[in-house]
Structure formats: C-alpha cells, structure tokens
C-alpha cells in the first residue's frame, strides 16, 4: 500500500517504508501496522519534516518457516518473480525495511538485506546477538537496552522480601547475558534462585526443539518465577504450559509477554496477577483519537483490518462481494474492542515502530539537505539517492519525537531506561487489564528508584495477602541465621543468640553484644540498661551483716565492762590484764570493721577497707600470741632453775603487740603507695547489674599483708597448742588455742569460697569470715572466763582459789 498526497518539487517519487512482520497470530499485533500508518500520516502533514514528499508503505505478513521468509524478501525485491537479484519494477522507491517482532525473523531477513545494504529497523527487544554489526551491517534496534532490568526486578524482590525465586530463560546470548546479570545483582542482595530453565529456541518453527517439563513449576517451592524472552520463547513456553493450570505463583515477566498472550490458553488463570516490567514512554498525542477513527472503509486494502471487524463486532461478508462488510454494530470502533483483544493504549512495539518511522523520515530529511548542501542549484533537479546512502544518517541519528522524548539510535548511549510495572488482571477471563502499580527509575536516589502502590495489586487465583516466596522462614529478632553445610544462603535455620548478645532485626547473620553497661532482655532482642548495685544496708544480706556486727560489736563492749568491773579479781589479772583490755578493744573495732565494706563505696572506704581490717586483725593475733607466750613465761619462772623472771618484770610480752602491728603498717603503707586500692565496676559479675567494688590495686601488696597475717595466726597457734597442758591455775593455753583453730579454720575455708563467689556476694562473704573470725576469739577466749565471773563468783577469789587446789592435790 502506498499512500501519496504530496509530490516531491525535484521528481523524486513517493518512497515507501517496508514492514514486515507477523501480525496474523495474535490481531493484537496489528497496533504496530495502526501506529506505522498513524506516523506516516502525521509526517505527511508536516510541513517541516520531509516537505513535499510522500511516505508510503507496504506491509508483508511473514510466516514461522525459513522459506517463506526468504521469499517474502526476495518477492519484495524483484517483484512477482522469484528471481534473486532481478526486478520486474521500473524502479525501486523502498528506503527501510521495519522488521519484528520475532527476532528470530530480524536474524533471517536481516542476513539477505545486508547483501543490498537495505536499512532494517527492528522493533523488538533488544537483543545484543543482532548488535553484531560484522554480521548485520544495516540493522539498527528501536528496542530499549535491558542493562537496568535486573536492578528493576530485584528492587521488586527485596521491595516484597522475596528471596527464593525461580527462572525461565530463553536459551542463548541474551538469555545467558541476563542470567548472569540477574544473579550478580541477586547476590548482592542475597537472593537466591531454586532453578534455571532455559528453553532453546533455534529454528523458525512453531515449536522449540526441546521440551519444557512444567513439573519443575509446579514442584519449586518458590512462589515468585522470573521469566526473560522475546514473542518466539514466549510462544514455546505456553505450548507446553497450556495444558497445565499453574496457581499460586506470580510471574515476573519482560514486556515480551503482553503482545503474545490471548485468551485461548489455559495458562491465563496462571498469569493472572502477574507484574510486568515495561519500558516507559511517553503517551503519543493523537494516537487514541486515530485508533478510534480506523474503519475498513476509511482502508479498504487493509484485510487485516475487515478480519478485526468481522471477529469483534459479528460482522458478515456480503455475497456478491468477500471484501464488503454488512450487518456490523453502527458506529463500531476499536475502542469498543476487548482489551484482550485489541488495546487502545500503545504498545511498547508499537511505539517502536512510531519510533522507527520518525527515525527515517528524520534521517531522509538530514541526506537531503546534505545532498542540496553539496550539489550546485542547477543541478538540483538531478538529485537520486540509493537506499544504503540512508546510513551514515542512520548511525548517529537522534531527535525528539512528538512525545517529547529522546530517540538515540546508538545503544551505548541511554543504558538506563526506566520501566513501568504492570499488573495484568485476566479475571474473570478475557478482562485483559493492565493496570500500572509502580515504577522504576535507575537514575533516582539510592532506595527511592522503585515506586509502588501495593494496594492495587491484584495477585494470582487463590493468593489472598501479599505472597511470600522463601526457601526458610524468617528468624525473628532475638535469633541469628545459621546455615548448615552444603546449603545457599537462602535455606537457613534460625538459632537464638548466645548469652548478652540481640539481634533486633529479622534474618541477621550475626547478634550484637551488648555493651558492658547493657544486658540482653530475655527475647535477646533489646539491650536494657544495667542498674549500679552494691551490697547495700537496704539488702538483705547488708541487713543481717549489719545487725551482726552491731550485736558482737555491743557483746565485746559488754565483756569489756565486765573485765573492768573486775579487773582486781585473780581470773582477769591472769594472763596479763592489759592484754586482754587490747584484745576486747581491738576486737570491737573488728566487728565494726564490716561497715567499710557495707554501703557504696568510695575512695576513703576502699582504701580503709584492707588496710584497717590487716592492721586490727594483726594486733588481735598479735595479743592473742602475746598472751600465750605470757602463760609459756610464767610457767617457766616457777620451774625451779629459771633466771628469766626479768621478762616478766620487765613486760616484755608487751612489745610484741607494737612490734607485730607496726609491721603490718609497714607492708601497709607500701602497698598505699605503691598501688592503693581505689573504686572499680564489676560488669561481668551479674546479668543485669553494674557491681561497685573496691579494687585491691596491687594484688601482690594485698596477698603480703594476708600472707603476713596468715603466718602470725599459724605461729599463735603453734605457741599455744604447745602451752595448752602447761599446769597453771587459770592456764587459758587452751582456749587460745581454740580460738585460733576456729580464727584459722574460717580463713582457710575463706579463700576458696571468696574466690568462687562474685560480685556483691564475694563482699558479704569476706564480711561474714571477719565476723566470724572475731566472734571465734571473742567466744573461745572470753565466755568461758565470763562464765567464771558470772556465774561461779566463788571460784572467782583466793579463797576459791586454794579450795581448788586443795581439791586437786587431794584427788
């Protein structure tokens, strides 16, 4: 068909633009023949784009068989002979051959038509195989390049959380080229494929040469199936798929898929609920109004066009006449068509093709004016062009069509293209919708690239709430992904976090410990603050301790007043006096020496707290050695032969106190200023607690002044075990002695169980030895002499005293 209202003032004569494609097997298609016819008009009335000169053009329908597309090329050619390289034409007016959309077709005609150098403009997908320009020198791709397509599909699948996916490809360059592209772009985000189908599609047939087994669909457990290809894998894929009812699945899919689907196919019921990746463009002015005015009247050439009539609107074909139309529904259009058969909106193919005209037409007009440029004005009405002079125009051609978008015939320019996201709603079946949900712009800020509305999507038959496609369940927070040997990321298994670690997201790989001043709640999914705790005089332990040490504090208070209501009686003035008055003394300021250790702690208690507890126990010890050596002394001076009564005249036991005392200041006032204790935190101690202690500084300084008190306890022991049978009146060796086994005893069982214990605990328990140690030697040493001068007064006295020893000698 050509078409001519304008005539060109050089005698050029009307040119025509081939199309050559397959529009019968889907009237779908036949929006690329409306939008080709629909550009041509629109330039034709332009006066600024190819002014007096007329497009025109002829549409050849092709078949799926090698032959019959070589013999639509070679009839276009030369005419009604099938004679390679002859025409029966007196001249040839093509200028472009538009091909699509199979590319499998592109391939076929594009190897003849790069003998004769014709321009072959395809409209279908791009397809890097057919960008091979030592192959196909004269072909050029209106399809936009997919290089942002698998960031688009996987910002969808982190969008949703879907990480377990399924993918259907067809099998060669392009589809190995957006397997790996879609991989490398799922392992960054951590998105893992359940299996790969590709299906070989080598030959122009109707059926791929390999079949697909659907049982793999149906078997996956992912829930979400990626599928890539053009229209010829598209057509295989749903020859095998049509007799197989697919639910609960939802299709990602290329644009590929909405020219090729219709109603026929029992997948429908499948793809219902699919989203689909389109190639934005802008709305073409005008072209809704053109659809709307297209009659068989208006191109009565057009068969495809009658063929749309009589299938839509019930038409019938008058007897006499097999290309006239009668008894069709009056004032019929094709806006009043299905929309899954005929949709008014324009393709992405469509606009391809819009594309493709306006591409020649600009590319005629720039070798024209390049052609008066260089040709003398007299010579103007010679003017004569050949096809393949159109390339060089071709190669670099870029406009702005009247959708006000860039056009750019060079695919390394614009890798980026932006894609709307449609939802195809087929329920009840034949509804045909394609509703736009979202879209994707690569060139927008990191996480704001995908916009969707996920509220008017409408999933596939039998899925209710928004789908989930995993290979594991999520771990909740408070639990860390663990993925046995062997397995993808993807198949983990959720194990909860170790002791004071959180995890507070779901499927993380590593829980968080929490800070020292933090613990973990019992979810192990939040870390709470720590409270400061010490044995405080609020606690219960602080209380007993408290009131314990209050209580042997006032008993050593009590014996003391008793020994010095009687001081002048024989039991108090044995064993020297004054060493008894140090010793209840000493041990009333050892039963107050737990209050340094009770209350929160500061730098004066810390430092106080081992020093005075060294220095007070060391003179106790001390006195209690003093002591004994007194009963060994006073032993000695009434043996017949001893010339030592001067140690006892002169006091000598005495000096051992301030002697033993002011060694333990020294190893004291060492220890302070080397490294004296100072207050420190415990937060290992306890789960929820911060413990404020004291720290000892200088553990070696610490263990000097205990070893130093711990061999002063074991020598009083020694000294007293052997005085214990001494004979004496009031020989108290004895319960020195028993004083000290109960004095050593509670710190030999002391260091194991302190050095077991933590925290606050291991304060009370070093509490609870030193009152107990204190009360051993308060009760050995000073109940039994109370006893006497309580309650045996009589045995208290000279008197007594001789009544006892006469009632020994006579025993």
Same mark, same amino acid.
């Given at each position: ?10 005698? !050029? ?9 397959? #529009? ?36 050849? $329908? ?34 472009? +051959? ?93 998105? @893992? ?22 049982? /793999? +669909? ?69 072209? &809704? ?38 008894? @069709? ?27 493709? #005209?306006?591409? +020649? ?61 449609? $939802? ?147 039991? +108090? ?43 007070? !126990? ?17 032993? /000695? ?40 204790? !100072? ?39 020694? #000294?007293?075990?052997?005085? &214990?049978?001494?004979?004496?009146? !009031? ?81």
């Amino acid at each position: 068909m050509v078409m001519s209202d304008k005539k060109f003032r050089y005698n !050029f004569q009307d040119l025509e633009i081939k199309a050559m494609m397959k #529009v019968l097997l889907n009237l779908k298609n036949y929006q690329i023949v409306l939008a080709m016819v629909f550009a041509i008009e629109e330039i034709n009335r332009n006066p600024h784009l190819l002014p007096n000169v007329s497009l025109g053009y002829d549409i050849y $329908n092709i078949m799926f068989n090698d032959l019959r597309t070589l013999a639509k090329c070679i009839t276009w050619q030369s005419g009604s002979k099938f004679l390679p390289n002859y025409t029966c034409r007196r001249e040839m007016r093509s200028v472009a +051959v538009l091909t699509g959309v199979s590319q499998i077709i592109s391939a076929h005609i594009g190897t003849l038509l790069k003998l004769y150098k014709y321009p072959q403009l395809t409209i279908g997908f791009f397809d890097p195989y057919l960008n091979n320009y030592d192959q196909f020198p004269a072909l050029y791709q209106m399809g936009s390049n997919d290089k942002s397509l698998p960031c688009g599909i996987v910002s969808l699948l982190n969008y949703f959380h879907w990480n377990w996916v399924g993918l259907i490809v067809s099998e060669g360059q392009k589809g190995v080229q957006i397997i790996s592209d879609l991989k490398s772009e799922m392992d960054k985000n951590r998105i @893992c494929v359940d299996f790969v189908e590709m299906i070989p599609i080598s030959e122009v047939s109707l059926l791929p040469n390999k079949q697909f087994h659907p049982t /793999k +669909v149906l078997k996956s457990s992912a829930n979400v199936i990626i599928t890539y290809g053009d229209s010829d894998f598209l057509r295989g894929f749903l020859f095998y798929l049509r007799q197989t009812l697919v639910t609960s699945k939802v299709w990602i899919m290329n644009s590929e898929w909405d020219v090729i689907i219709n109603s026929k196919h029992f997948i429908l019921h499948s793809l219902h609920g699919s989203l689909i990746f389109l190639h934005h463009h802008n709305e073409v002015s005008g072209f &809704r109004n053109f659809t709307r005015t297209v009659y068989p009247s208006k191109y009565p050439e057009d068969f495809i066009l009658r063929k749309l009539w009589f299938f839509i609107f019930n038409c019938s074909f008058a007897d006499d006449d097999c290309n006239t139309l009668e008894n @069709c529904l009056p004032n019929a259009s094709l806006h009043e068509s299905p929309r899954n058969i005929f949709d008014i909106a324009m393709t992405e193919y469509a606009y391809n093709t819009y594309n493709a #005209v306006y591409a +020649v037409a600009h590319s005629l007009h720039e070798m024209f004016l390049h052609q008066v440029e260089v040709k003398p004005i007299r010579e103007m009405e010679k003017l004569m062009f050949s096809a393949w002079q159109l390339h060089p125009f071709l190669k670099n051609m870029q406009f702005t069509n009247p959708a006000q978008e860039q056009v750019n015939l060079d695919e390394k320019i614009n890798l980026k293209t932006e894609y709307d996201i449609l $939802n195809y709603w087929n329920f009840p079946e034949g509804l045909g919708l394609k509703i736009k949900v979202g879209q994707f712009s690569p060139d927008g800020p990191p996480g704001q690239q995908l916009s969707l509305s996920e509220n008017m999507i409408e999933w596939a038959t039998g899925i209710t709430e928004t789908p989930q496609s995993v290979c594991s369940k999520s771990c909740d927070p408070g639990f860390r992904k663990s993925i046995p040997e062997g397995t993808i990321a993807c198949c983990f298994e959720c194990i909860p976090c170790p002791e004071n670690e959180i995890s507070n997201e779901t499927d993380v790989d590593q829980c968080v410990k929490c800070l020292d001043h933090q613990y973990a709640n019992t979810e192990r999914n939040y870390c709470l603050q720590k409270s400061m705790t010490f044995l405080d005089y609020d606690d219960p332990m602080g209380i007993v301790l408290s009131c314990m040490a209050l209580y042997f504090s006032a008993l050593s208070a009590v014996v003391l007043g008793i020994f010095v209501k009687q001081q002048d009686t024989p039991i +108090v003035k044995a064993n020297n006096r004054t060493l008894s008055y140090i010793l209840l003394i000493t041990l009333n300021f050892c039963f107050l020496c737990p209050f340094l250790f009770i209350g929160q702690p500061s730098t004066a208690t810390c430092i106080l707290q081992q020093t005075t507890f060294g220095v007070l !126990f060391t003179v106790a010890i001390s006195t209690v050695l003093a002591k004994t050596i007194t009963v060994v002394l006073a032993y /000695k001076v009434t043996a017949p032969g001893r010339r030592i009564r001067w140690l006892l005249v002169t006091r000598a036991p005495n000096f051992i106190v301030p002697i033993c005392t002011l060694t333990q200041i020294i190893f004291c006032g060492i220890w302070l200023a080397k490294s004296p204790p !100072f207050i420190d935190t415990d937060v290992y101690s306890e789960h929820e607690h911060i413990i404020m202690m004291c720290n000892k500084g200088s553990v070696t300084a610490f263990y000097c002044v205990m070893g130093y008190l711990g061999a002063l306890a074991l020598g009083s022991f020694t #000294v007293a075990f052997l005085a &214990r049978n001494l004979p004496d009146t !009031f020989n108290e060796a004895k319960f020195l002695t028993f004083s000290m086994l109960v004095f050593c005893s509670v710190w030999v069982t002391f260091l194991p169980v302190y050095h077991s214990t933590k925290g606050k605990v291991m304060v009370a328990v070093e509490v609870f030895s030193i009152l107990a140690s204190s009360a051993g030697l308060l009760g050995c040493i000073f109940v039994p002499k109370c006893y006497i001068i309580l309650l045996r007064p009589e045995r208290n006295s000279i008197q007594g005293l001789r009544n006892k020893i006469h009632y020994r000698y006579k025993a």
